[in-house]
T-cell receptor, first 114, second 115 residues
Framework: ETGVTQTPRHLVMGMTNKKSLKCEQH?????MYWYKQSAKKPLELMFV???????ENNSVPSRFSPECPNSSHLFLHLHTLQPEDSALYLC?????????????FGEGSRLTVL | QQQVKQSPQSLIVQKGGISIINCAYE??????FPWYQQFPGKGPALLIA???DVSEKKEGRFTISFNKSAKQFSLHIMDSQPGDSATYFC??????????????WGLGTSLAVNP
């Protein structure tokens, strides 16, 4: 098993659809993150979970809803998205939130909103 | 807003040459400076990192040079190989706790090493 696994790798959805992105880490880490990667922009931190508790929400629109049922799994629920939400969504984990620089990323879910 | 400015945006180097990517930051309250490497279709992966009490760190062909007074740090790739072709991101981590602790990212440098 690779360290951080994301599914699906590619997703196309309409603006009225509801879909979810899944992330699973096999590293025994306690902190998990959702990042958004868009062209010409720095990586944008969306959400942070530490020991299953959300510790950070960087003013992300409510159409993005995270869920962390345990330290190994992280979901990003998507609904009524906009075309500008099209991007690569990266999940990452770290041993704990105290060391966010040492991130292990998944391969990302490429989202296209029509 | 805290920023990390990365240059150049893209870089083409011949095989065997030296690739140099520079980053500058504004806030002195950073305590950790990682570099990440991202291949197409993959997520970023930690390549090398440095703390501000060290002026240089070397791991194989990769070296970080850190200039605290100038608030600049750079990545040098010696003997660049086609397999090094990727996008490189610098970042800086804030001190303190909570929101101050998160990483601030550069925009990335797309490196192409010609064979």
């Amino acid at each position: 098993e690779t360290g951080v696994t994301q599914t699906p790798r590619h997703l196309v959805m309409g603006m009225t659809n509801k879909k979810s992105l899944k992330c699973e880490q096999h590293l025994g880490h306690n902190a998990m993150y959702w990042y958004k990667q868009s062209a010409k922009k720095p990586l944008e931190l969306m959400f942070v979970y530490n020991f299953k508790e959300q510790t950070e929400n960087n003013s992300v629109p409510s159409r993005f809803s995270p869920e962390c049922p345990n330290s190994s799994h992280l979901f990003l629920h998507l609904h009524t998205l906009q075309p500008e939400d099209s991007a690569l969504y990266l999940c990452a984990s770290s041993q704990d939130e105290g060391r966010p620089g040492e991130l292990f990323f998944g391969e990302g879910s490429r989202l296209t909103v029509l | 807003q805290q920023q990390v400015k990365q240059s150049p945006q893209s870089l083409i180097v011949q095989k065997g040459g030296i690739s140099i990517i520079n980053c500058a930051y504004e806030n002195t309250a950073f305590d950790y400076f990682p570099w990440y490497q991202q291949f197409p279709g993959k997520g970023p992966a930690l390549l090398i990192a440095i703390r501000p009490d060290v002026s240089e760190k070397k791991e194989g062909r990769f070296t970080i040079s850190f200039n605290k007074s100038a608030k600049q740090f750079s990545l040098h790739i010696m003997d660049s190989q086609p397999g090094d072709s990727a996008t490189y991101f610098c970042a800086a981590r804030g001190q303190g706790a909570g929101n101050n602790r998160k990483l601030i990212w550069g925009l990335g440098t797309s490196l192409a090493v010609n064979p």
